[in-house]
């Protein structure tokens, strides 16, 4: 009998190493599989954060290049409104004073009505554009020297770049002898040729 039971025994014992076995086999192969399934998600975040660094570097890359492209647009303004109110001026015959015979040296005049017409190219100093309404405002009071000046006509011009109209809150200010108005290039062909009119009517 004790034989019958030590073989039993025995084999229960070597059945039980089996599943043991069999468990710590099954066991490794769920650990494998849940290291490779950790592998796999790590592998797709890391290509979800490269992918994401990589739209916000193009984010950041076109919005430098905006930016760039706005400063450059604000350093030619100058230039651009010359050429576009000389073009204007030759289309319609409409005489283009270089030199104004008078104190002070703005940008542009035009002579209509026996009355000089000044347009003033104003564009941002710097990058911030936070600053510019208070440096019109500013402009509005300096450009008060040619009014003084003989044949001036009473409504100045301050033309400002398209892309800065957002942050401007006055586009016009009525000063204690004469009126400052605020405008863009694409305003200038209309405004010059309602002057012209005034000057057609007058004839």
């Known amino acids: 009998n004790l034989e019958a039971d030590l073989k039993r025994v025995g084999t229960e014992k070597a059945d039980m190493m089996n599943r043991i076995t069999r468990f710590e086999q099954t066991d490794q192969s769920r650990l494998e599989e849940f290291q490779k399934n950790v ?15 990589k739209i916000n570097d193009e984010r950041i890359r076109e919005k430098e290049e905006a930016y760039e492209k706005m400063k450059q ?17 030759q289309s319609h015959l409409i005489y283009y004073v270089k030199d104004v015979p008078f104190k002070g040296r703005p940008d542009n005049t035009i002579s209509i009505a026996g009355e ?16 510019f309404p208070k440096y019109l405002k500013i402009q509005t009071e300096s450009v008060s020297k040619y009014i003084k000046q003989e044949n001036v006509k009473s409504d ?19 000063m204690a002898d004469y ?18 009119k005034i000057e057609d009517y007058e004839f």
């Open 73 to 89: 647009t604000w350093r030619n303004h100058e230039e651009t409104v010359k050429t576009a109110i000389k073009n204007l001026c």
């Open 116 to 131: 000089y017409v000044i347009f003033d190219a104003k564009s941002p100093a710097g990058d911030d554009l936070e600053n």
């Open 39 to 53: 592998s796999g998600v790590n592998a797709v975040r890391t290509g979800l954060e490269k992918d994401r660094q």
């Open 156 to 174: 100045i011009f301050l033309v400002v770049p398209s892309n800065t109209v957002d942050v401007i809150n006055q586009f016009s200010y009525k």
């Open 179 to 196: 009126n400052v108005y605020i405008v863009t290039i694409d305003a200038l062909e209309p405004i010059i040729l309602s002057l012209r």
